[in-house]
Structure formats: structure tokens, C-alpha cells
């Protein structure tokens, strides 16, 4: 089955104690790209890349790292986590055709994100 | 200025009834791509619908149509003869030329829900 798969799902952690949340995806896209959603304010990008070794950030990329060492993986990385970057995260992946065509992002399930 | 305004938080509609939610964008490109998702309660991102700029045809799958309007740059969901389990929010996006990154801008988001 095409999917986008996240872990963990669920998280709760301390205020500076790093952690990564792995997102593998088994299409062979190009593009990968991490959002944040939180209420009222709907989803916005943190990080994209376009290939291995090729991201750059997206909207709101403070606080945050990523990788890509493989095309299928695509880690999003808090170094030191604050409580303002609790969320509900989500991986995304698609094929790459220049910008506005209709190729559809397929998300990952999602994982939710508690900093204490 | 908002990208994409959804201006109905929530909605609440009776079983087998049609019902429209609103998405407004605002963009200068002539090329562009609209978008819903679904997000039931279970978290996860729903593919719904793609227009693009240039069709001419409103899109359908189902029961689903994009009512889309370029002069009044609106992009309404229909969705026909609704269930119970239409009850969940619903997100418009638009995807606009950005060479590389396949960016979706999201509005806030309308929370639909079927009364039985």
C-alpha cells in the first residue's frame, strides 16, 4: 500500500530534550516536506526538500531540523524543544513538477506533539 | 492578506442534505491549484479534490464538486446528499508557482457536522 508513515504518533516531552520524528515514505517522490497544525491557523510548512541532500525551509522552520540521507526518509528534528512547539505534525510527500499542478501531497497520520 | 480565507468555523447540517463550504484565495499568479482535504477526528489528511486554474470544467469525484468561480477567486466544496460520516474538518489550499516546492497554503479549516 502507497502511504507516508510517521512515528511516533503520539509524543509527550520535557522542554529541551531533543527528539526526532522519523517519516519514511514508500512512493519513491522527490519531494517530502513537514507541517505543523494548530488551531486556528490551519497547516503551515516547517521544512521541504526537493531530493536527497536538497531542503530548504518552509514558513516556519524556527526551532527546527531536518535530513534527507535517503529518499524515502525525511527525519524532522527538535533540537531543544519549547512548549510553543506543540502540535499536531504532519509528513508529506508528492511528485515533483514545478510548482502548481495537481499533484496530491499524501500526508502521514500524523503525530501529535505534547512539550511540557 | 490571507491566502486562503475559510470564513465558516462550523456547520451543521442535516443527514442527505447538500452542503456548501466556502474557501476564498488570493493570489496574482494565472497559474494555480486548489485543494480539499478532509481531516475526520482520527487525525489523518483526506485527498478530496483538485482544481486547476485553467480547467474550465468544475471538478467532481463522487459526491463531491468544486464550485470554482477565477472572477470571484472562490473554490466551494459541494458535498451531495451528505452522511454521518461526512462529520469531520475540512481545509481548502491552493498550491501557486514556486519552482521545487510543491507548497500547499491551507486556510483554517470548517468543521462539518451531520446531525442524524
Known amino acids: 500500500e502507497a502511504q507516508v508513515t510517521q512515528n511516533p504518533r503520539y509524543l509527550i516531552t520535557v522542554t529541551g530534550k531533543k527528539l526526532t520524528v522519523t517519516c519514511s515514505q514508500n512512493?519513491?517522490?522527490?519531494?517530502m516536506s513537514w507541517y505543523r497544525q494548530d488551531p486556528g491557523l490551519g497547516l503551515r510548512q516547517i521544512y521541504y526538500?526537493?531530493?536527497?541532500?536538497?531542503?530548504d525551509k518552509g514558513d516556519v522552520p524556527e526551532g527546527y531540523k531536518v535530513s534527507r540521507k535517503e529518499k524515502r526518509n525525511f527525519p524532522l528534528i527538535l533540537e531543544s524543544p519549547s512548549p510553543n512547539q506543540t502540535s499536531l505534525y504532519f509528513c508529506?510527500?508528492?511528485?515533483?513538477?514545478?510548482?502548481?499542478?495537481?499533484?496530491?501531497?499524501?500526508f502521514g497520520a500524523g503525530s501529535r506533539l505534547t512539550v511540557l | 492578506a490571507q491566502k486562503i480565507t475559510q470564513t465558516q468555523p462550523g456547520m451543521f447540517v442535516q443527514e442527505k442534505e447538500a452542503v456548501t463550504l466556502d474557501c476564498t484565495y488570493d493570489?496574482?499568479?494565472?497559474?494555480?491549484?486548489l485543494f480539499w482535504y478532509k481531516q475526520p477526528s482520527s487525525g489523518e489528511m483526506i485527498f478530496l479534490i483538485y482544481?486547476?486554474?485553467?480547467?474550465?470544467q468544475n471538478a467532481t469525484e463522487g459526491r463531491y464538486s468544486l464550485n470554482f468561480q477565477k472572477a470571484r477567486k472562490s473554490a466551494n466544496l459541494v458535498i451531495s446528499a451528505s452522511q454521518l460520516g461526512d462529520s469531520a474538518m475540512y481545509f481548502c489550499?491552493?498550491?501557486?508557482?514556486?519552482?521545487?516546492?510543491?507548497?500547499?497554503?491551507f486556510g483554517t479549516g470548517t468543521r462539518l457536522t451531520i446531525i442524524p
Open positions: 526538500s526537493m531530493n536527497v541532500e536538497v531542503t
Open positions: 489550499a491552493m498550491r501557486e508557482k514556486d519552482f521545487g516546492n510543491e507548497k500547499l497554503t
Open positions: 508529506a510527500s508528492t511528485e515533483i513538477t514545478g510548482g502548481s499542478g495537481a499533484n496530491v501531497l499524501t
Open positions: 482544481q486547476g486554474s485553467y480547467d474550465e
Open positions: 493570489t496574482s499568479d494565472q497559474s494555480y491549484g
Open positions: 512512493m519513491n517522490h522527490e519531494y
